[in-house]
């Protein structure tokens, strides 16, 4: 008799549960043993493991959920653990669009806004923030997202950009993301936008930096990319800087204003004041 107390795991939870495997067993033990660094009797041996813990999970055929992230076989994740992760990840890395002008005012005006104030792109500094209700990293990093946002309200606007069919085909859902930041308002307290059904932003902004996951950052002073990456420490250390050499550049401008005032040269304004 079966027991009515057990919950029957819907097809969301048997998702999470394989690709929570899949990451324990095949992806991580392996994430640095890339090129000359490569095992192959352990890989062969941790997918007999995989296969055991996803017949306890409940699902038979792994593949049929693993596909859905274009994985399709054992052979296929081997590849890709030998070739090593993509270049943005190694140490070195910048994205080519460091130092080019982009519009941001431009991209997001094509968006549906669904949470915060609206972007008007008065703010010199922007940090766009590429994300999906799924991505786990994303969600953790909203509080603190939220607290740069109002901590330099009126000098740095940061901007959700949410996009659910960032790397699969997925139903162009709004009032799913609404629902979700309703849910999470304490931790998502910045302005949010849907991408549009076609992946406007995704297609424009995203992809041409060519950094290969979310959540993902782009970071913009006076229209020009400055970093590009996760929201982790790298981006705080960029946007640190950013608001550094604006508050220079500010207290320059301060300065000349003041001495063509006066209309006495800019250094002996400033040793004065020094």
Same mark, same amino acid.
Request: hydrophobic fraction near 35%.
């Given at each position: 008799?079966?027991?009515?107390?057990?919950?029957? !795991?819907n097809?969301?939870?048997?998702?999470?549960l394989?690709?929570g495997?899949?990451?324990?067993?095949l992806?991580? !033990?392996?994430?640095?043993?890339?090129?000359?660094?490569?095992?192959?009797?352990?890989?062969?041996?941790?997918?007999?493991?995989?296969?055991?813990k996803?017949?306890?999970? %409940?699902?038979?055929? !792994?593949f049929?959920?693993?596909?859905?992230?274009?994985i399709g076989?054992?052979?296929?994740i081997?590849?890709?653990?030998?070739?090593?992760?993509?270049?943005?990840?190694?140490?070195?890395?910048?994205?080519? +669009?460091i130092?080019?002008k982009?519009?941001?005012?431009?991209?997001i005006?094509h968006?549906?806004?669904?949470?915060?104030?609206?972007?008007f %792109?008065l703010?010199?500094? @922007?940090?766009?923030?590429f994300?999906?209700?799924?991505?786990? !990293?994303?969600v953790?990093?909203?509080?603190?997202?939220?607290?740069?946002?109002?901590?330099?309200t009126g000098?740095?606007?940061?901007? %959700?950009?949410?996009?659910?069919?960032?790397?699969?085909?997925?139903?162009?859902?709004?009032?799913?993301?609404? +629902?979700?930041?309703?849910?999470k308002?304490?931790?998502?307290?910045?302005?949010v936008?849907?991408d549009?059904?076609?992946?406007?932003?995704?297609?424009?902004?995203?992809k041409t930096?060519?950094y290969?996951?979310?959540?993902?950052?782009?970071?913009?002073?006076?229209?020009?990319?400055?970093?590009v990456?996760?929201?982790?420490?790298?981006?705080?250390?960029?946007?640190?800087?950013?608001l550094?050499?604006?508050?220079?550049?500010s207290?320059? @401008?301060?300065?000349?204003?003041?001495?063509?005032?006066?209309?006495?040269?800019?250094e002996e304004?400033?040793?004065?004041e020094?």
């Open positions: 008799m079966a027991d009515t107390n057990t919950a029957v !795991p097809d969301e939870t048997l998702e999470q394989l690709w495997a899949y990451l324990e067993i992806r991580t !033990p392996f994430a640095d043993k890339y090129e000359d660094k490569w095992e192959e009797e352990p890989y062969w041996v941790a997918v007999e493991k995989f296969k055991v996803s017949k306890e999970i %409940g699902v038979e055929d !792994p049929s959920i693993l596909s859905k992230f274009n076989s054992y052979e296929v081997r590849d890709r653990l030998k070739a090593g992760p993509p270049a943005c990840f190694r140490e070195g890395w910048t994205s080519p +669009k130092g080019e982009f519009d941001a005012l431009a991209t005006e968006l549906e806004h669904v949470n915060g104030p609206k972007f %792109g703010e010199k500094i @922007v940090a766009l923030d994300w999906a209700t799924w991505c786990g !990293p994303c953790s990093a909203a509080p603190e997202l939220s607290n740069l946002a109002e901590k330099h000098k740095v606007a940061i901007v %959700g950009i949410n996009n659910e069919a960032m790397f699969r085909p997925k139903d162009h859902d709004v009032e799913h993301v609404k +629902k979700f930041l309703e849910e308002k304490d931790d998502f307290r910045y302005t936008y849907v549009t059904p076609e992946g406007h932003a995704r297609d424009t902004v995203y930096c060519e290969k996951a979310i959540p993902c950052v782009v970071l913009l002073v006076d229209n020009v990319v400055t970093y990456g996760n929201p982790r420490e790298p981006f705080i250390a960029a946007l640190e800087l950013a550094k050499q604006q508050e220079e550049a207290g320059q @401008v301060k300065v000349e204003e003041k001495a063509a005032a006066l209309e006495t040269p800019t304004v400033t040793a004065k020094a």
